[in-house]
């Protein structure tokens, strides 16, 4: 059974980039059967998709934020990383890696983790 | 791109009791829907995609219904660990993939 863990600073100032890497156990981020993605949600509001990676170079990132996105994987380290540049507070969120399959369903999440965007 | 509205945004209801939670469709979407449940403090959990299939493990009690553009999502019998908040999803046109704005199952 596939696992994600997110990690990466909990706390980024404004105008400044937000980084995060996931690590995956149990599945490898070279496989082309998944997209391995990022899905965010802001204190107590919904979900929002932000963009996925697959077979290693392909991207696809949600066009209101694609000026500011790069997904990127490691295969040597088995993980996936995103990087979200110019933030501001409405970026603060809960960060969550997960994997979709070919369908678009989601079908595994990491536990997420908090980013709070304040100087 | 297609935009997923789901009601009522709170359902108050007790254990035991019969829960509809509804999921409409800007577009027909056949029937590449999902649905999510959420607890507090924790990611979402698939329970059914393609509108009717139940993910594994989920219990028999959670079916979902629906096509093209009207879905539903029905808990039988509620139990406790039911309360939670529930997202419609939609792979139709993906990417990018799209959540409704959630419904809150709560306590009555």
């Known amino acids: 059974q596939v696992q994600l863990q997110e990690s990466g600073p909990g706390l980024v100032k404004p105008s400044e980039t937000l980084s995060l890497t996931c690590i995956v156990s149990?599945?490898?981020?070279?496989?082309?059967?998944?997209?391995w993605s990022w899905i965010r949600q802001p204190p107590g509001k919904g979900l929002e998709w932000i963009g996925y990676i697959y077979y290693s170079v392909n991207t696809n990132y949600s066009p209101s934020l694609r000026s500011r996105v790069t997904i990127s994987v490691d295969t040597s380290k088995n993980q996936f990383s995103l990087k979200l540049s110019s933030v501001t507070a409405a970026d603060t969120a809960v960060y969550y890696c997960?994997?979709?399959?070919?369908?678009?369903?989601?079908?595994?999440w990491g536990q997420g983790t908090l980013v709070t965007v304040s100087s | 791109e297609i935009v997923l509205t789901q009601s009522p945004a709170t359902l108050s209801l007790s254990p035991g009791e019969r829960a509809t939670l509804s999921c409409r469709a800007s577009q027909s979407i056949s029937t590449y829907l999902a649905w999510y449940q959420q607890k507090p403090g924790q990611a979402p959990r698939l329970l059914i995609f393609d509108a009717s299939n139940r993910a594994t493990g989920i219990p028999a009690r959670f079916s979902g219904s629906g096509s093209g553009t009207d879905f539903t999502l029905t808990i039988s019998s509620l139990e406790p660990e039911d309360f939670a908040v529930y997202y419609c999803?939609?792979?139709?046109?993906?990417?990018?993939?799209?959540f409704g704005q959630g419904t809150r199952l709560e306590i009555k």
């Open positions: 999803q939609q792979r139709s046109n993906w990417p990018p993939i799209t």
């Open positions: 149990g599945g490898s981020v070279s496989t082309g059967s998944y997209y």
């Open positions: 997960v994997r979709v399959l070919s369908g678009g369903v989601v079908d595994s």
